[in-house]
């Protein structure tokens, strides 16, 4: 199997290096991920400017890429460079990302964003993370992200899966919630600094009240979750109601 490894906290991070160490041992990996950090990115892509490519040594990599670029686009010319090479990819991984994508959150995320770039090609895709920005443990992540394998093999590529592991050892972890997206996992805003500038800041609350049907909910009682994301926004309640609308033109 052909796999593809993106990811937005950049090439040289721990996450993607725990993942790439993981996946050799199912098949070939190929990595395409940014030059820098890209978090927060979401699915942009760049198309008012051009971006560079390196291709770079990357241990274990049969080819890899040092993208001047978004996520989003690190996905898109990944596939392209590893199809014009003759290697077609089975699954996108995304991650693993040092800090969590719960909530509504993963609408800002980089990591997902290039997930669901893979799927707009018609790629499987699957986005995994571990829930500090000093993420040490990484096996959990990484043993969801093999086991993922064979399941999104028979799944249409229309839904990335969204994994998040807590920062454990696996032994500590209490076990897997299959969980829908809860509110906003950060609550955050703009602080003045000095001058004309604003940083964004904020903290993680205690979701553990929302119970274990909601991710972040899940996460914040310390288990694993998985979550399936799809990129149609589509209210279809509303829309089929709309026809009983009195607009006119």
Not at 186 to 200: A, H, I, P, R, S
Request: hydrophobic share 40%.
């Amino acid at each position: 199997m052909n796999f593809l490894i993106v990811n937005d906290d950049g090439i040289t991070s721990n996450g993607i290096r725990a993942l790439a160490d993981a996946l050799m041992k199912e098949g070939k990996i190929f990595v395409s991920a940014p030059a820098w950090q890209q978090s927060g990115k979401s699915q942009s892509i760049t198309f008012m400017e051009s971006i560079e490519v390196e291709e770079v040594e990357f241990d274990g990599a049969e080819m890899a890429w040092r993208v001047h670029g978004t996520p989003a686009d690190c996905t898109k010319i990944g596939l392209q460079l590893c199809e014009e090479a003759g290697h077609p990819i089975d699954v996108v991984f995304s991650g693993i990302n040092q800090g969590s994508n719960l909530g509504t959150d993963t609408l800002y995320s980089g990591t997902v964003g290039a997930a669901m770039e893979a799927i707009l090609q018609g790629v499987r895709a699957v986005a995994v993370s571990v829930e500090s920005h000093n993420a040490c443990y990484f096996d959990a992540a990484c043993d969801l992200a093999l086991q993922m394998i064979p399941i999104v093999m028979w799944m249409d590529p229309t839904v990335v899966i969204n994994i998040n592991t807590p920062n454990l050892p696996k032994e500590e972890i209490k076990g897997i919630k299959y969980a829908a997206l809860g509110p906003s996992f950060f609550l955050d805003g703009f602080v003045y600094k000095e001058g004309t500038t604003y940083q964004l800041e904020g903290h993680i609350p205690d979701f553990s009240h929302l119970g274990e049907t909601l991710d972040v909910g899940a996460s914040s009682l310390g288990y694993a979750t998985i979550t399936p994301l799809k990129p149609d926004h589509t209210d279809h309640e509303l829309l089929s109601k709309m026809k009983d609308w009195d607009l006119s033109l």
